[in-house]
């Protein structure tokens, strides 16, 4: 999921390596996530539709 936002896609290259680096780091060492192969992450997502009016 981290690799799909695009402010992450816009990253030069090192730096996306680097982030993408210490994500390993935090999901390897974290307490709460070291050992896990899937993590629970809460995730909302909201959409607000509108409509044009019709022109009379």
Do not use: N
């Not at 982030?19 to 959409?47: F, I």
């Amino acid at each position: 999921m981290v690799t799909s936002r695009s402010y992450i896609i816009a990253m030069s290259e090192d730096k996306r390596r680097a982030l993408l680096q210490q994500l390993e780091e935090l999901l390897d060492e974290h307490p709460q996530l070291a050992g896990h192969d899937t993590y629970v992450m809460p995730y909302v997502t909201s959409v607000t539709l509108a409509r044009a009016l019709p022109v009379s």
